[in-house]
């Protein structure tokens, strides 16, 4: 049989066991599926490539390291590592940058004149960042499969298309389980009274 009809998962441990061309039929199977979930998240042919690259040096580096461990999951295993490599990209572009007080230009600009008064207060925010983390901890109480789906649709902002792709289920087992997760958080949050209002 050629090497070319064999499964992901033969073709992985074929590659880890060094054999380098199984590795470039996996590329060459999955490539324009995963370059495709790349742009459609950011848009941008260049940055498509340069994540698309990173993506496969990182599957490169986990797979060499032995740190591949879903069984049968090759392409949402992919998936996975691209969409975490946007999501970091993301954070550190979006990071707050502080201009220095004495450096600026004017002697009465201040950092606060950028701040809107839409902006949320000291306490306002204080509730916000408490609630998180209690919801946070409350989640750990949920089903596995539910605090998963929960997670990647509300913290990773993954559509259900997608996490159905990752999860190798249905877009209608993503929905369910999405609306059993938000009906047990809410009765878990009742339960311990936590008050979700300030």
């Given at each position: 049989m050629?090497i070319?009809?064999?499964?992901?998962q033969e073709l992985?441990?074929?590659?880890?066991?060094?054999?380098?061309?199984a590795?470039?039929?996996l590329?060459?199977r999955?490539?324009d599926r995963?370059y495709r979930?790349?742009?459609?998240?950011?848009?941008d042919?260049e940055?498509?490539?340069?994540?698309?690259?990173?993506?496969?040096?990182k599957?490169?580096?986990?797979?060499?390291?032995?740190?591949y461990?879903?069984e049968g999951?090759?392409?949402?295993w992919?998936?996975?590592?691209?969409?975490?490599l946007?999501?970091?990209?993301?954070?550190?572009?979006?990071?707050?940058?502080?201009?220095?007080?004495?450096?600026?230009?004017s002697?009465?600009?201040?950092?606060?004149?950028?701040?809107?008064?839409?902006?949320?207060?000291?306490?306002?925010?204080?509730?916000?960042?408490?609630l998180?983390?209690?919801?946070?901890g409350?989640?750990?109480?949920?089903?596995?499969n539910?605090r998963d789906?929960l997670r990647?649709?509300?913290?990773?902002?993954?559509?259900?298309?997608?996490?159905?792709e990752?999860?190798n289920i249905?877009?209608?087992?993503?929905?369910?389980?999405?609306?059993?997760?938000?009906?047990?958080?809410?009765?878990?949050?009742?339960?311990?009274?936590?008050?979700?209002?300030?």
């Amino acid at each position: 049989m050629s090497i070319k009809n064999l499964g992901d998962q033969e073709l992985v441990k074929l590659y880890i066991n060094g054999n380098e061309s199984a590795f470039e039929v996996l590329l060459n199977r999955h490539k324009d599926r995963i370059y495709r979930f790349i742009l459609s998240k950011i848009n941008d042919s260049e940055q498509a490539s340069d994540y698309f690259q990173d993506t496969f040096i990182k599957v490169i580096l986990k797979l060499k390291e032995g740190n591949y461990n879903e069984e049968g999951k090759f392409l949402p295993w992919v998936l996975r590592i691209a969409h975490n490599l946007i999501i970091d990209g993301f954070r550190k572009n979006k990071k707050l940058r502080f201009l220095s007080e004495t450096r600026s230009a004017s002697e009465d600009y201040s950092v606060f004149n950028r701040l809107s008064n839409d902006d949320l207060n000291i306490l306002q925010i204080t509730c916000k960042e408490e609630l998180e983390q209690q919801v946070v901890g409350l989640m750990a109480q949920l089903p596995d499969n539910q605090r998963d789906i929960l997670r990647m649709r509300l913290y990773q902002d993954l559509s259900f298309k997608d996490i159905a792709e990752m999860e190798n289920i249905s877009i209608n087992t993503a929905l369910g389980r999405m609306r059993y997760a938000l009906i047990n958080l809410r009765k878990i949050m009742d339960k311990y009274e936590v008050v979700t209002a300030i």
